[in-house]
């Protein structure tokens, strides 16, 4: 006992001898180490020449040559998965349900004093002072059931309790009350099939915007207010699956759009359906999915995960090939043994000759250099970036990225199964607006890699 104490003793004196001789010792804090995301590829930053180095055979004269550098960031390896977008799908239906089922047991009068009783009882909501609110229950108090006009403002829900979707598990008539208003009603069902409210899964949050803040502060020095510029969205989240029969004018895809969101035969597929605001919506619940959880373990938060910017993308796409014409560097789409390289449409009206017909597993064909599959074909895919023909000739060099709100037009990258070879190559630039979803778009998540290197002096 004697020697903790003469240890803790000796390093209290050598902390107040160091503060009190005066010297800068900085602020230390937890040590950091960079963890590679699951499912995703570190791509190592440098410079290299985005557009086009070979002939505009579309004379679109949209990508011009130019020297740009990026820094360092992790990408998924494979656009996001049906599976991996239900895991949102249901983490945003689960929460609502929780919500309504608290407030109906509040208004029975259940599990008053934070007591639980039995039935929906279970699912009253639990008193707790904000200070000990974890960044979850914070998160979805100020966006999920903390309205200010909210009679359950100040209320905390009970995420003890796991919601349960079969009928034969309804705990009581209360239960049964609250699940069925999340479906839609029972005229229009088929097949006997019970059929969730899409309409109703929202997902709520909200985003700093830095750039208009930017420009005010530039306009006016003096500015210091922050909340004009905190934005506030509520997106239905569910993808569209009607685009399967949308896109295609007097063709039978009827299967296509019944089976490919929800089926387990599809689940390892590219998500598609979705909108730029609803691939923008899972970014940020990917973010506070993951930080929900560094929280509870005290650990450091994870910085957003978001969409790639043009220039991040075909710098992935490239997988360090200076000058090729296709992520896997070269002008041709078959390799020696005949076959094809990536998902696209080889001849007019044959979409199977490359063996598939629709879209295929998102980790097919072989990925580039830097591990990433499918940068060519099977989905196009979402950017951050706002689309303007002429931006190659006035963004930076240094990150370039043009995002403006006021611009709907948002890039689309790499070509899909229904496109030609041209959309396939790595400087092909196309757009599609923002609120707008296709059976043949997706989208794949980077998140700025943190720190750098030790640079070593010779």
């Not at 090939?321 to 044959?350: M, Q, V």
Request: a negative charge; one cysteine or more.
């Amino acid at each position: 006992m004697k020697k903790i104490v003469v240890f803790i003793f000796t390093a209290l004196m050598i902390y107040g001898c160091g503060n009190k001789r005066g010297e800068l010792i900085g602020v230390q804090q937890k040590k950091w180490f960079p963890e590679k995301p699951y499912g995703m590829t570190l791509v190592e930053g440098g410079a290299f020449i985005m557009g086009k180095q070979d002939d505009d055979i579309a004379q679109l004269k949209n990508a011009p040559a130019k020297t740009v550098t990026v820094r360092s960031f992790y990408m998924d390896e494979t656009e996001i998965t049906n599976s991996e977008y239900r895991q949102f799908v249901f983490w945003v239906r689960d929460s609502i349900a929780l919500a309504m089922l608290a407030r109906k047991a509040d208004e029975l009068s259940l599990g008053e004093d934070g007591e639980t009783g039995e039935g929906i009882a279970e699912y009253a909501f639990k008193d707790a002072d904000t200070a000990d609110l974890s960044e979850f229950q914070k998160y979805m108090r100020a966006n999920y059931y903390d309205l200010s006009d909210d009679p359950y403002a100040g209320r905390t829900l009970n995420w003890d309790q796991d919601v349960e979707w079969e009928p034969d598990s309804y705990v009581d008539q209360a239960y049964v009350e609250v699940m069925d208003s999340l479906y839609l009603p029972p005229e229009v069902w088929y097949n006997g099939e019970m059929k969730i409210d899409v309409n109703k899964m929202i997902y709520k949050y909200s985003w700093f915007d830095a750039e208009a803040a930017a420009l005010e502060r530039q306009r006016d020095p003096s500015s210091r207010d922050r909340l004009p510029f905190i934005k506030k969205e509520e997106i239905e989240i569910y993808p569209d699956t009607t685009v399967w029969i949308k896109d295609f004018n007097y063709s039978y895809n009827e299967p296509m759009h019944n089976d490919y969101f929800s089926h387990p035969a599809y689940q390892d597929y590219p998500v598609v359906g979705v909108s730029w605001k609803q691939a923008v919506a899972f970014c940020t619940w990917r973010t506070h999915y993951k930080n929900s959880f560094q929280k509870e373990k005290g650990d450091p938060l994870v910085n957003n995960f978001r969409l790639p910017t043009e220039a991040e993308w075909e710098y992935a796409a490239r997988g360090g090939i200076p000058s090729g014409t296709y992520p896997w560097g070269s002008p041709y789409l078959l390799n020696d043994r005949g076959c094809f390289l990536a998902n696209f449409k080889p001849l007019r009206g044959d979409y199977s000759a490359d063996q598939a017909m629709y879209a295929v597993e998102a980790k097919s064909y072989l990925p580039n250099d830097f591990n990433l599959y499918n940068m060519a074909g099977n989905v196009a895919e979402w950017t951050e970036s706002s689309y303007d023909p002429g931006a190659y000739e006035y963004v930076s060099s240094l990150n370039p990225n043009m995002s403006l709100n006021q611009e709907k037009r948002k890039v689309v990258r790499g070509g899909s199964w229904k496109d030609v070879a041209y959309f396939l190559r790595v400087s092909s630039r196309d757009f599609e607006y923002q609120d707008t979803a296709r059976s043949y778009i997706g989208f794949r998540t980077v998140q700025d890699y943190l720190g750098s290197e030790k640079v070593k002096i010779k």
